[in-house]
């Protein structure tokens, strides 16, 4: 038996050079087709700013909102572009109540906010997850919390905390995630359902911003900004309680 028969048998599952070439030549050739994915022409180009800008952006929306002056959005026009990928500027964690509409909020069309909307606002697993894409995959750089007042379920955790009594179904999971803003608003005195509101959003800013290893890392390097505002419900208006 020859030497490099004998080396074969004692190594069977050893790669050979010509399979360790294809490999590398395969893996050169992913890179390429990757990085030429990460730098075409982003859907909108528009959507590509600091977060500073961003914020300005947002605001000056819900200004127009507000004032009932919105701008038509060539929806029909977007499709082809957006059909293609997404660039927002903007990501938003908001309450899942009917009143609540982001994108009218802050008067914007199709591809410019990156939503997340569960009762009470709060960042769960699956939400600081999908805020971590926003922000690596999509290169948003600003994240919004954002509360409103008179909410229901920052309004059924006090209920809960107060009468000892746990809600029914699957409700007791959004009075966990609520509840350490419930009970720091019922030690201070006062209006303890805006004062959960208000804590409630600071928590959720101050999760986000801290969520390793994406988040935490995207604000340190300037490319996120994460701030809190509540929506009023009389007049649209958006108040930034917690900006970053």
Sequence with gaps: MCDKCSENLRHPLAPSRRSMILFAASALAFGSTAFAKETKTP????????????????MDGNARYVDGVTRRHD????RGALAA????YA???SCADSRIAPEYAFDTGRGDLFVCRVAGNFAGNETIASMEYAVAVLNTPLILVLGHDSCGAVDATLKALKDNK??????PSLVEAIAPAAKAAMQQ?????DAAIRQNVIDNVAKLKSAAPILNAAVEQGKL???GGIYRLATGTVDLISQG
């Design 43 to 58: 859907p909108k180009p528009q959507n590509v700013v600091s977060p500073d800008a961003a914020l300005k952006r947002l």
């Design 91 to 93: 990501a938003v964690l």
């Design 225 to 227: 900004k994460v701030v």
């Design 85 to 88: 990928g997404q660039n927002p």
């Design 75 to 78: 929806f029909k026009h977007e």
């Design 166 to 171: 746990s809600p029914p179904g699957h409700i």
């Design 189 to 193: 005195g006062g209006d303890a359902l």
